[in-house]
């Protein structure tokens, strides 16, 4: 591991975890998918019982994915950086996750997840600019 891979991770673990979470769930994905011929795509989503609830969760998922996309590719449009445009992004995939699915323990791990990233943005800006978030300080100035 080089210098620069041991501080990034020093200084942004979320999202390292984020990495490793996002590539051992879909790695697991893929294997399970190929390796057993009843697993259906949407399986980490929701059960789903015929075709058409299939196609509806397709749908759903699609659409959840595709905003996660376009609002991280539209964030950095703006400027902001990539890790903090995929935090804010991934924050609204997970509580679209949330609001499309059923309460699952993927989807309640990725808020948290995601969560984590946002937090860890915040205290990362904050030791950094400790004016920007005046609310934070006990001093009145």
């Given at each position: 591991?080089t210098?620069?891979?041991?501080?990034?991770?020093?200084?942004?673990?979320?999202?390292?975890?984020?990495?490793?979470?996002?590539?051992?769930?879909?790695?697991?994905?893929?294997?399970?998918?190929?390796?057993?011929?009843?697993?259906?795509?949407?399986?980490?989503?929701?059960?789903?019982?015929?075709?058409?609830?299939?196609?509806?969760?397709?749908?759903?998922?699609?659409?959840a994915?595709?905003?996660?996309?376009?609002?991280?590719?539209?964030?950095?449009?703006?400027?902001?950086?990539?890790?903090?445009?995929?935090?804010?992004?991934?924050?609204?995939?997970?509580?679209?996750?949330?609001?499309?699915?059923?309460?699952?323990?993927y989807?309640?791990?990725?808020?948290?997840?995601?969560?984590?990233?946002?937090?860890?943005?915040?205290?990362?800006?904050?030791?950094?600019?400790?004016?920007?978030?005046v609310?934070?300080?006990?001093?009145?100035?």
């Amino acid at each position: 591991m080089t210098d620069t891979m041991r501080e990034q991770l020093r200084d942004f673990p979320m999202f390292f975890l984020f990495l490793l979470a996002y590539s051992l769930v879909h790695g697991m994905f893929e294997l399970n998918f190929w390796s057993s011929g009843g697993v259906t795509v949407f399986d980490k989503y929701a059960a789903v019982a015929d075709a058409a609830l299939a196609m509806e969760m397709a749908e759903r998922v699609y659409y959840a994915k595709a905003t996660w996309f376009f609002a991280l590719v539209i964030l950095q449009a703006c400027g902001l950086r990539f890790y903090t445009a995929l935090a804010v992004s991934f924050a609204l995939y997970s509580v679209e996750l949330l609001l499309f699915f059923p309460i699952q323990i993927y989807s309640v791990l990725n808020l948290l997840l995601a969560v984590g990233m946002v937090v860890e943005i915040i205290v990362r800006r904050h030791q950094a600019h400790p004016r920007l978030l005046v609310w934070a300080s006990s001093k009145p100035e």
